[in-house]
């Protein structure tokens, strides 16, 4: 946002600073105090905040050098002073449960901390995917941290800026007294999962992140365009432990729309049903199969309707599912998808989820 000469906290997305979302965020999930790590242009931050009452007390701690999400946590340490939690403010959620879930799943299962995830890729060479196959999942859309094999399938989940930690986390800071590089916070949570029980949480909504000024515009386009439809569908993508993707081919009826296509499993959400509960119900209903992990990967209107894809794990064999509707179903690696025939619509969203 540097073009802006404006921090991301101060970016304004849907009427209100990024700062704001995130304050009453983290009073949502029972957080007392707040210490907010200012850096760059933070004088703005710090004016924009004094003299604002948001109901709950605010302190702020200066990162002089820009070395890291770990490092930022060494620059409040001595303001934190009990369990604590990490929530980058250019991230916005769109199930307002999600952070609240995790938060009584931390507290429940007392990990040395849980990092919150999603299904939606991440393109960023610094960054790696957390695989489902290579995981214990202890509950429904919880994962251990700490691998348990070398399985690089399944489901990927990849980090948020988002993580919960108890207070003993601190001890496993790195020293940074004698380095100017940054610190990978990656790093940083390995070293804690090797000594001490860690999970992921995967979120159900999705987390859309804010890093140029053109992710501020798409996200007021998509939303006012969402704002406009009233019909409302869901679609899963179902993947395997090998990361093979189910899908369906429709009937050859010339009576609906394209027949004979390969399609995603889904259908229309019914009224006071949210989309997550519609995509469940949607696909028992159509392959018997009751939908343990999964997470939302897209939100976009097609046909002046809005959609909501999720991905979903599949962990049943293909006989063990039961196909109610269409004339069969079928597991495919995603690199052999180009070669089918596939509803447009469908065929657009796996596109955005796999890649070209």
């Not at 940083?188 to 949480?201: D, K, P, T, V």
Request: net charge negative; glycine share 6%; aromatic share 10%.
């Amino acid at each position: 946002m540097g073009q802006l000469a404006l921090p991301k906290a101060l970016i304004e997305v849907e009427g209100r600073t990024l700062i704001e979302s995130t304050i009453e965020t983290l009073k949502s999930i029972g957080t007392d105090r707040i210490v907010i790590v200012v850096g760059h242009l933070g004088n703005q931050i710090e004016d924009f905040i004094r003299g604002r009452d948001f109901g709950i007390e605010l302190q702020s701690a200066a990162q002089e050098t820009p070395l890291g999400l770990a490092h930022a946590i060494a620059t409040a340490r001595n303001q934190i002073d009990g369990d604590f939690v990490v929530l980058c403010p250019d991230n916005l959620y769109t199930d307002d449960a999600d952070l609240v879930r995790a938060r009584e799943i931390f507290d429940s299962r007392n990990p040395a901390f849980i990092l919150l995830a999603t299904v939606a890729p991440n393109r960023q060479r610094d960054r790696k995917s957390y695989f489902t196959s290579a995981r214990r999942n202890p509950e429904e859309n919880v994962y251990e941290y700490r691998s348990d094999n070398d399985s690089a399938s399944g489901l990927a989940i990849n980090s948020t800026g988002c993580v919960f930690f108890k207070h003993e986390a601190l001890d496993f800071l790195p020293s940074f007294a004698e380095s100017n590089k940054e610190h990978i916070f990656r790093d940083y949570l390995e070293q804690i999962s090797n000594e001490r029980e860690a999970l992921i949480y995967l979120l159900r909504g999705m987390r859309y992140d804010f890093s140029v000024p053109a992710d501020v515009e798409y996200y007021h386009r998509l939303k006012q365009r969402l704002a406009e439809t009233s019909a409302l569908g869901v679609s899963a993508i179902l993947i395997n432990g090998l990361g093979q993707v189910l899908l369906q081919q429709r009937d050859d009826n010339p009576a609906i729309r394209y027949p004979g296509h390969w399609s995603l499993f889904g259908g229309t959400i019914e009224e006071g049903e949210s989309p997550a509960a519609a995509a469940a119900r949607e696909v028992k209903e159509e392959i018997d199969y009751e939908m343990r992990n999964f997470g939302l990967f897209r939100e976009f209107v097609q046909n002046n309707k809005s959609e909501f894809a999720f991905v979903g794990e599949l962990s049943a064999e293909l006989h063990e599912l039961t196909l109610s509707e269409g004339q069969g179903m079928n597991l495919f690696d995603p690199s052999d998808l180009h070669e089918l025939q596939i509803r447009p619509d469908d065929k657009e969203t796996l596109t955005e989820y796999f890649g070209v």
